[in-house]
C-alpha cells in the first residue's frame, strides 16, 4: 500500500449554507467512489474554500458521510483577484495499492474549468 493524494474542487451558485454541504458531500463521495477508497483508507482531508464562502465549514459535510474519524481541516484560499469564486477544494491523503498515475482526481461543476486536462 501506498500513500497517495487526491485532489478535487467544486463550485457552488452562492455562499449559503446548504450549498456548501452538499457540494462537499457530493465532492467527498466523488472522490471516493471514484478512486475505490473506504473511510478506513483516509488518512485525512484538508478542505479549502475561496475567501467569498464563510456560510459554513466544508468539514462538517464529511462528518455527515461518517468520516467523523479521519482528521479534517478547512482553511482559506488565497485570495487571487482572477480565481474562479465560490470554489471548494480538498486534497485528501489515503492508502492505496493504486499507482500515482491511477488516481482520478475530481472536479465538478464550475470547478472542471480548473483543471480541464484531467476533469472528469
Known amino acids: 500500500m501506498a500513500v497517495r493524494a487526491v485532489r478535487g474542487a467544486?463550485?457552488?451558485?452562492?455562499?449559503?449554507?446548504?450549498?456548501?454541504?452538499?457540494?462537499?458531500?457530493?465532492?467527498?463521495?466523488a472522490v471516493m467512489a471514484r478512486n475505490d477508497l473506504r473511510s478506513e483508507d483516509l488518512?485525512?482531508?484538508?478542505?479549502?474554500?475561496t475567501p467569498d464562502l464563510v456560510s459554513e465549514f466544508p468539514a462538517?459535510?464529511?462528518?455527515?458521510?461518517?468520516l467523523g474519524d479521519v482528521p479534517l481541516m478547512c482553511?482559506?484560499?488565497i485570495a487571487v483577484p482572477?480565481?474562479?469564486p465560490r470554489v471548494l477544494r480538498l486534497m485528501a491523503h489515503a492508502e492505496t495499492p493504486k499507482d500515482r498515475a491511477d488516481i482520478q482526481h475530481v472536479y465538478l461543476r464550475g470547478a472542471v474549468a480548473l483543471?480541464?486536462?484531467i476533469a472528469q
Open 10 to 29: 467544486t463550485q457552488v451558485e452562492a455562499d449559503d449554507r446548504n450549498q456548501v454541504l452538499e457540494a462537499t458531500r457530493e465532492l467527498v463521495h
Open 43 to 49: 488518512i485525512s482531508i484538508l478542505f479549502t474554500a
Open 60 to 66: 462538517l459535510a464529511a462528518r455527515e458521510l461518517g
Open 75 to 77: 482553511a482559506t484560499e
Open 82 to 84: 482572477h480565481a474562479l
Open 115 to 117: 483543471r480541464r486536462d
